[in-house]
């Protein structure tokens, strides 16, 4: 059902009063759920000069990220140098590397922040610029003014001993929380 004009609203209410206030009656004659003609009862009743207008649905108070800045750049710099690592992996690594213990779905979510574009490496659509990476590296050893990078490990394939020993002290910290 469409959303009623103020008029309507207006006129159903009317029709609500002159027939003895019966709210079965009120919406079974209007095609409207109960639950809504209280809302407009109530609505009514705090303010009854002005008409009866739908609230906007949006929340109020945006969630603001829980990391910082430097932790996404961590992110990224795992992803720049494992780009198939899903986000336990990337978790795990992040508590690895910050001691921080955060979330899959908290990942998800920086994940899913990186995704329109990168703030190290600005790649798009969540691909990694290697290319645009290594600049970034460069310029930061360098001295050159550019994003800052996180302060990573420079091997290219992950350590067997070390991704045991992270998804240790992972399972510990789990365990604990």
């Known amino acids: 059902m469409p959303q009623p004009t103020p008029r309507q609203q207006r006129q159903w209410m009317a029709w609500y009063f002159a027939h003895g ?15 809504t003609l209280y809302r407009w ?23 603001r990220p829980a990391w910082s800045l430097d932790e996404l750049r ?26 921080t213990l955060w979330s899959e779905a908290t990942v998800g979510r920086m994940l899913a922040r990186m995704q329109p574009r990168c703030p190290v490496c600005q790649g798009h659509a969540g691909r990694h610029d290697e290319g645009g990476y290594a600049l970034a590296r460069d310029q930061d050893q360098l001295g ?16 067997p001993e070390v991704a045991a020993l992270i998804r240790e002290a992972t399972a510990l910290a789990r365990r604990k929380a």
């Open 21 to 35: 206030q019966d709210i079965t009656a009120t919406c079974h004659q209007f095609g409207m759920s109960r639950s």
């Open 41 to 63: 009862l109530g609505r009514s009743a705090a303010q009854p000069q002005k008409p009866i207008r739908a609230r906007a649905r949006r929340s109020q108070t945006t969630r």
């Open 74 to 99: 961590i992110v990224c710099g795992l992803l720049g140098q494992y780009p198939t690592w899903g986000r336990r992996r990337v978790a795990d690594a992040l508590f690895a590397q910050t001691g």
């Open 144 to 159: 050159v003014p550019g994003p800052a990078l996180p302060r990573t490990r420079t091997a290219t394939a992950p350590d």
